[in-house]
């Protein structure tokens, strides 16, 4: 099964901004969408922030920001916050035998 | 209280089976798709299962087909993963979780149960 490959690592300092990428073919982001994003903190369950590719929930900061292009989706976190520091994962529906994946992770790191 | 609840996780050796169990309150558990999510140690999140909100719809990971069962029972409100066959590698704490929009089954997942653990020992 396919599974949509995001950086392992992005770090930065407090105030400034970072971007994650996600890439995966035209079988699932080119395809459609149904790109969303989570947070997790260590030893918690995922956390939704970004749905439908640029689609924020209620209560989530305007800090946090969802873009695609082709078969790349992105996720823009502005203006770092220590509370930001958690893995980020990408997840897109899949026109496959397999229809519903998940990035690879990213740790995102508040220098 | 709008929560999802797992349970039923352990330590189980090759080759038996299990069944999770995940509880939901707070909400019309009747209109919800769900899906089962899983993360063994240290590792990212691998998509396992989905039952449409009837149940008369089910999908699954090619890693999982054939072994795993998702099912629901509505008059109850809760969500089932019939785990069969387990290998090593389906150790991993699971999570259930609703999708954000009734009746849609991909529009992202907005509320996450605590997880329950399983681990595959002999």
């Known amino acids: 099964q396919s599974t949509l490959t995001q950086p392992a690592s992005v770090s930065a300092s407090p105030g400034q901004s970072i971007t994650i990428s996600c890439t995966g073919t035209?079988?699932?982001?080119?395809?459609?969408?149904?790109v969303s994003w989570y947070q997790q903190h260590p030893s918690t369950a995922p956390k939704l922030i970004i749905y439908?590719?640029?689609n924020r929930p209620s209560g989530v900061p305007d800090r946090f920001s969802g873009s695609k292009s082709g078969n790349t989706a992105s996720l823009t976190i502005s203006g770092l916050q220590a509370e930001d520091e958690a893995d980020y994962f990408c997840n897109s529906y899949a026109s496959s035998s397999t229809p519903y994946v998940f990035g690879t992770g990213t740790k995102v790191t508040v220098l | 209280q709008v929560q999802l609840v797992e349970s039923g996780g352990g330590v189980v050796p090759p080759g038996r089976s299990l069944r999770l169990s995940c509880a939901a309150s707070g909400f019309t558990f009747s209109n919800s798709a769900l899906h089962w999510v899983r993360q063994a140690p240290g590792k990212g999140l691998e998509w396992v299962a989905l039952?449409?909100?009837?149940?008369?719809?089910?999908y699954y990971a090619d890693s999982v087909k054939g072994r795993f069962t998702i099912s629901r029972d509505n008059s109850k409100s809760t969500l089932y993963l019939q785990l069969s066959r387990l290998r090593h590698e389906d150790t991993a704490v699971y999570y259930c979780a609703r999708v954000r929009v009734e009746n849609v089954y991909y529009s992202g997942l907005d509320l996450w149960g605590q997880g329950t653990t399983v681990t595959v020992s002999s």
């Open positions: 439908e590719v640029s």
């Open positions: 035209s079988s699932d982001i080119g395809d459609h969408n149904y």
């Open positions: 039952i449409s909100y009837d149940g008369s719809n089910t």
